[in-house]
């Protein structure tokens, strides 16, 4: 299978702050990467498509000055929390989508992360 | 649009005993069904996907799911379930031609010892 990392695992921080969340697809390209959040024991929502070289395309009702979402390279995609609140605080997950198939991977799979947990004080 | 149900928020079983999960899509064309087990603070691992061949599909930890198109389901089972089975458990849904996936609420498992 494919292998997806994210940093932090966690985080706490002060409200107003920034929060910088790094997605790594560790052993193949992604240049469509997404975020989801998660809220407890609720399902994932997408907040944003990522793309690679291009800007994202963020769901309806996703503030996109707030989550400001990077996809410098085929390989990483980063979120940014901007001035943090409490109400921000979730679990945050991202998953790549495989474009090239081959060695079990199919076309438009998706691999997810570990999540991050970001608390804001 | 595209959508999935999830219709029990909670299951609880004896360990041992069958674990069924239920789920119920809604998708313009072929569906993309998948399976996927949440533990606490952990991301979503991957337990078994259904993209075309046999209905009934067999995935990682003994679990299998069967795919019945008419009644537009794909519940997840387990003949013997065990304690180490506890936990959320998502449905998610993908049009063919399509890449972005629709989850479920989510099903949390209890199986008691």
């Known amino acids: 299978g494919a292998v997806v990392s994210q940093h932090p695992s966690w985080v706490i921080c002060k409200s107003g702050t920034s929060v910088k969340i790094e997605c790594r697809s560790l052993d193949f390209q992604a240049t469509t990467m997404f975020w989801y959040r998660q809220f407890p024991k609720q399902s994932l929502m997408l907040m944003a498509t990522?793309?690679?070289?291009?800007?994202?395309?963020?769901e309806q009702g996703v503030e996109k000055d707030k989550f400001l979402i990077n996809h410098a390279s085929l390989t990483l995609s980063t979120l940014t929390v901007t001035s943090a609140h409490p109400e921000d605080s979730s679990f945050y997950i991202c998953s790549a989508r495989v474009m090239s198939p081959g060695a079990g991977l199919t076309y438009n799979e998706q691999f997810f992360g570990p999540g991050t947990r970001l608390t804001v004080l | 649009a595209q959508s999935v149900a999830q219709p029990e928020d909670q299951v609880n079983v004896a360990e041992g005993n069958p674990l069924t999960v239920k789920c119920t899509y809604s998708v313009s064309g072929n569906p993309y069904l998948f399976w996927y087990v949440q533990y606490p603070n952990r991301g979503l691992q991957f337990l078994l996907k259904?993209?075309?061949?046999?209905?009934l599909v067999k995935g990682s930890y003994g679990f299998e799911a069967e795919f019945n198109k008419s009644q537009t389901s794909f519940h997840l089972k387990k003949p013997s379930a065990l304690v180490s089975d506890s936990a959320l458990y998502f449905c998610a849904v993908r049009a063919s031609n399509d890449y972005k996936l629709s989850f479920g609420a989510g099903t949390t498992v209890t199986v008691r010892a």
């Open positions: 990522s793309n690679e070289g291009s800007k994202a395309t963020y």
């Open positions: 259904y993209i075309t061949g046999d209905n």
